[in-house]
């Protein structure tokens, strides 16, 4: 996996649990169905089934892959639009291309996260680059769309590039597990993500017979999302497996163990854990719009028609098409 790694006897260890600390159960585990976005790529619906109250602040998760394409067949999004909330795409294997209607863009890969801003309202794209449609390869990654509150549903659009050595990479207390933290804090430490809505967001690999335990703020709640492989998670070890997600309930800590069979081409457990600061404000989603009521979303609607959202550039980035 391209994804960063590194040595964990060298990085930070995470502290050890406080005897007063308490672990997070697990509420409720469920299985993402598989499904197809934008002009046809393959994604795991990850937080189908799942409550809103549960998920706040996040509104929906995609699992990208994971898929070897054959020449011709990568695909991505033409341009659309956005409003009332955050894009978060982190490319864990393959490359995508980003461009957006005010200024935004570059090439995300391998370990790269890009995070939009919609905020009042903007057009943008992702696609492969032409060459990844010509040549084919491996693609894998994950979108995750983070609400704003009311307060910053028209904040002003912004884009963010976080290149894959950014990230803060951290180590389990015996060093089996390798964090890396893309936004928010794991016990101290800080990603570089910029966010509007307090929340963490971490990618940890964990070795075959391995397990993790880190702090997560009470005020937080507390998904764990299997990318691959298999393990358990919570107290009593709940069995979880790829494309699974389980919500966990209150308390100070959380536990993720990796089993020790693995499959052959995933040695390691992969685990994305993503909590936040619930906004609990009512939430109306119709498409690409994320807002409190209907009247906002059918404003958004008019917006867009009316071109308010910006334009698309001349000589945009467009979906390659193999020849």
Do not use: C
Not at 133 to 149: A, T, Y
Not at 299 to 323: I, S
């Amino acid at each position: 996996m391209p994804a960063v790694t590194a040595d964990t006897l060298s990085l930070p260890r995470l502290g050890a649990a406080a005897p007063s600390d308490t672990e997070r159960p697990v509420r409720s585990i469920t299985t993402g169905p598989r499904g197809y976005e934008g002009e046809g790529f393959p994604v795991v619906r990850a937080f189908a089934g799942v409550s809103a109250a549960d998920l706040d602040p996040f509104i929906h998760m995609d699992q990208m892959g994971e898929v070897e394409y054959s020449p011709g067949e990568p695909k991505g999004t033409d341009w659309h639009p956005h409003r009332g909330f955050e894009t978060v795409t982190y490319m864990i294997d393959g490359r995508f291309a980003h461009q957006d209607s005010h200024g935004g863009g570059g090439l995300i890969a391998d370990g790269a996260t890009q995070w939009m801003t919609a905020g009042a309202g903007i057009l943008h794209i992702e696609t492969p680059p032409a060459e990844l449609v010509e040549s084919g390869g491996l693609f894998h990654g994950v979108q995750l769309w983070v609400n704003l509150p009311r307060a910053d549903k028209f904040a002003e659009p912004r884009y963010q590039s976080i290149e894959g050595q950014a990230v803060r990479l951290l180590s389990s207390d015996d060093g089996g597990a390798l964090v890396r933290v893309i936004a928010g804090e794991v016990d101290g430490w800080a990603g570089p993500g910029m966010t509007h809505t307090p929340i963490t967001l971490a990618h940890t690999t964990i070795e075959a017979g391995a397990q993790l335990n880190l702090p997560w703020p009470r005020n937080y709640n507390a998904l764990v999302y299997v990318l691959s492989g298999r393990g358990t998670v919570g107290p009593i070890g709940h069995p979880v497996e790829q494309g699974q997600l389980a919500v966990l309930g209150p308390g100070d800590r959380i536990t993720i163990a990796a089993a020790v069979a693995q499959d052959s081409n995933r040695p390691a457990m992969e685990v994305l854990l993503l909590g936040g600061k619930p906004i609990r404000e009512p939430v109306f989603h119709y498409g690409p719009f994320v807002m409190n009521s209907k009247s906002e979303v059918i404003q958004a609607l008019e917006d867009f028609n009316a071109g308010r959202f910006g334009t698309v550039p001349p000589g945009a980035l467009m979906p390659h098409r193999a020849r």
